[in-house]
């Protein structure tokens, strides 16, 4: 139908969405301070943003296809472009009006490399945007995350009791050491600062907060406060409110992974009347990692 | 120079629930100008690189056995703390129906006095609020600042008369507060607003800095004023492409205004008007806002009471 040379043309992903809200409080998450230069990548599968701080704390945000009303991708390859993180959330922000849905379109490239967004639920009135894009920066440190054995070390905690944890550890600041022990069970986050101050998450005490557990031999990191609490400094209050765990896993030279899971359903009050999908679909998450390095002991 | 009046209930209600909120966000300080006919509220008409904010009554509207007199024809203007002002008339309310008994007992005299502060050895002026409840009076006493000079009131005068030009083409806006909410959230982005609005019904308004562009554009809005039809082919285009095509027809005009002034100015819809227009005043010398009030259950024009903006442009444009 289309000629060769419209094809060509096509731009690498046109796609839309109708909660801004939702991608809006997904990539906040990984908004630690005030200029972040992000990373994003295009593929069929999704879309990936990528953050990343001094070598030392990288965090991904997983959009993947589903969450999209519509998804047209047309690159090979995977294309990657930079963005200025705290730019495209404002922007993105703008196009999210209270109490309804909107539904945005958002294309890349432009016709001079700009990522293109707009809304298209109204005639009359239409926001849009273009936000200039760079070429991006080779991630300077590989975050290649391997598992520490041959069972994994990981733990599942509520988002809250986790968030709740590291900020009440801002007092002894500086360095966190984090303590895993089979027998019994525990989790242990402990400052040495200005003061002590040692968290236990006991998994047969706190069943609540702490909903899974896996460690077969007693591990220990340390890890830079600052680092720590950019994994939940900005955890989207929808989080909490939906009652989510996060999981956290130590891996191989004690890199610690951070999982979250951020909710990008169609609130259920906004458009009652239409409905795309019937139900909230269980796939309407976007994954949030981060991947913290562990302070070398001298 | 004296002057004494009595707030009526509609006066009372307008200006604590209404216009005051509104006109606490506009400024601080506000000049009052009281003449035979009208109360006029001004911001920043004498001293100008701000919003200017003129909210005009018609006496009745507020005040019943409203008293004046000065040597200067019978016109009073000062400046006042509007915050000052505005927690005055809301404690005199709270007063008077927690003890207002009766059609005469609650009523809320407003005067201007002269009066010795403690620690002071020169009287002071105040704008005083008397509030007779069953037992007890309460008194209030709002500084304000020593009255305008003959020469400061013709200024104030004629800063009006010369705020009262009416745009060409004034288009209306349906929802202020989606408007209001979009440009809050526009802020974070950048601090310059291009504002265009064509004689189609087009209201186009876009921040755009090195790295980003972003912009809304609300269209077929009702016109008043010179109108026009808008070209078909217009139809499929981009809204700046439309913007830039209606601007060099000679059927829109730009301005550039901050971003935080256009934000003020919508703050004025906690006045509760009916209807906001947008307009920008001929050569492109500002962008006004009118709002205007119905008579309540009508919709008809309220003239007893007006309310307008005038942003000061930071850029000629291309008008």
């Known amino acids: 139908m289309s000629s060769s040379a419209v094809e060509a043309e096509a731009p690498d992903l046109v796609c839309q969405l109708d909660n801004v809200q939702g991608m809006v409080d997904a990539l906040s998450a990984v908004r630690w301070k005030r200029h972040q230069d992000a990373v994003v990548e295009l593929s069929e599968h999704g879309v990936v943003l990528i953050v990343e701080d001094t070598g030392c ?28 993180l705290g730019l495209f959330v404002d922007c993105l922000n703008s196009f999210s009006a209270p ?60 988002s809250a009791a986790l968030k709740e944890a590291i900020d009440d550890l801002e007092w002894p600041g500086s360095s966190i050491q984090i303590n895993l022990q089979p027998d019994p069970p525990c989790i242990t986050f402990k400052g040495e600062g200005h003061g002590d101050l040692q968290i236990d998450f006991t998994y047969y005490v706190n069943t609540d907060l702490v909903i899974a557990f896996h460690c077969d031999c007693q591990v220990s990191y340390r890890y830079k406060y600052k680092f720590l609490r950019a994994t939940t400094s900005n955890l989207p209050s929808s989080v909490i409110k939906d009652n989510r765990g996060s999981k956290l896993t130590i891996g191989r030279g004690g890199m610690l992974k951070v999982q979250h899971l951020v909710s990008v359903a169609r609130s259920a009050t906004s458009h009652p009347h239409i409905d795309f999908a019937g139900h909230q679909q269980p796939s309407r998450i976007a994954y949030i990692e981060f991947f913290v390095k562990s302070e070398v002991d001298e | 120079m004296k002057f004494k009046a009595f707030l009526t209930e509609h006066g009372v209600n307008l200006l604590e629930r209404r216009f005051l909120p509104a006109l606490d966000k506009m400024g601080k300080i506000c000049h009052l100008f009281l003449t035979r006919d009208h109360a006029i509220f001004l911001h920043n008409l004498l001293n100008g690189d701000g919003v200017q904010c003129i909210a005009q009554f018609r006496n ?89 000079s003959r020469a400061q009131v013709l200024e104030l005068q004629t800063a009006l008369e010369l705020a009262q030009d009416i745009p060409q083409t004034l288009v209306q806006v349906p929802d ?144």
């Open chain 1, 99 to 158: 109490g309804r849905s909107s539904m945005i379109e958002i294309q890349y490239p432009g016709p001079d490399m700009q990522l293109l967004i707009k809304s298209v639920d109204s005639l009359d009135a239409c926001i849009y945007a273009e936000i200039r894009t760079r070429i991006p920066d080779t991630i300077s440190w590989d975050y290649n995350f391997e598992p520490a054995g041959s069972t994994p070390l990981t733990f599942t905690v509520k």
């Open chain 2, 176 to 319: 202020l507060n989606q408007l209001q909410n979009f440009v809050e959230r526009m802020k974070q982005v950048g601090d310059l607003l291009n504002v265009s609005i064509s004689k189609y019904g087009d209201l186009h308004v876009q921040i755009s800095t090195t790295l980003i562009t972003l912009g809304a554009e609300f269209r077929k809005l009702l016109v008043i004023g010179e109108h026009a039809e808008a070209p078909s082919d217009d139809r499929n285009q981009s809204a700046q492409t439309r913007s830039e095509r209606a601007i060099s027809r000679g059927d829109a005009q730009r301005v550039q205004v901050s971003v935080k002034h256009f934000s003020r100015s919508l703050h004025c819809h906690l006045a509760k008007p009916d209807c906001t227009f947008y307009g920008i005043a001929p050569q492109g010398s500002c962008l006004t806002v009118i709002f205007q009030f119905f008579i309540p259950g009508t919709h008809q024009t309220d003239k007893s009471i007006s309310l307008h903006c005038r942003l000061p442009v930071l850029d000629p444009g291309s008008s």
């Open chain 2, 60 to 148: 009745e509207a507020l005040f019943d056995d409203y008293r004046i007199s000065s040597q200067n024809e019978d016109r009073i203007a000062f400046a006042i703390d509007v915050s000052l002002l505005f927690r005055a008339v809301r404690s005199s309310v709270s007063i008077c129906t927690e003890f207002g008994n009766g059609p005469s007992a609650n009523r809320l005299q407003i005067k201007l006095v002269k009066k010795l502060p403690l620690n002071c050895t020169q009287p002071m002026p105040f704008l005083t609020f008397e509030t007779k409840g069953y037992k007890s009076a309460v008194i209030q006493d709002v500084p304000i600042s020593k009255p305008l």
């Open chain 1, 57 to 84: 704390l990288q965090a991904k945000v997983y959009l993947q296809r589903e969450l999209f009303v519509r998804y047209e991708y047309h690159a090979e390859g995977r294309p990657r472009f930079g963005v200025s």
